[in-house]
């Protein structure tokens, strides 16, 4: 798992990881405020609507200013020995990405959510000197 992160981050480059990172925390915050927009309409609550709407431009204003900039810095990216560099830190993030799929999926089994796959997965766990040491490091995980 982790030679794939390491191969997914050369690949893609850290910039445009950092990219796909932040579009994917903007559509997360994005659906939540329509959520919260659908429900203040329902509700009848205009303050709360119209402070969600406020947000909601605010958070597209800057992920516009944001993904406008990654593109520039992606643009520099592909400079020679910037472009290597790149990769090199994308390989890092991958890693760094696996390890932390990696901590939620065992937090997740840890507390049970995956039922008897999630047994399975903490005995596996706990038999491997390096994961447990890993996990000594989770802050998910129940202590």
Known sequence: MILLGARIGYAIGITKGISHL???IV???TLMLILMLTAS????QSRNTVIT???LVILGS???VVKFL???ARKVSELPLLHQLDKLAGALGGILWFFIIYMVMTAMSYRGLFGSF???VVADVEKSVLLTFINKF???IPR
């Open 41 to 44: 309409l329902r509700a009848g």
């Open 22 to 24: 932040i579009a994917l």
């Open 118 to 120: 999630g047994t399975m």
């Open 138 to 140: 989770n802050i998910l």
């Open 70 to 72: 990654l593109k520039s």
């Open 27 to 29: 559509t997360v915050l």
């Open 53 to 55: 709407l406020i947000i």
């Open 62 to 64: 800057v992920y516009g």
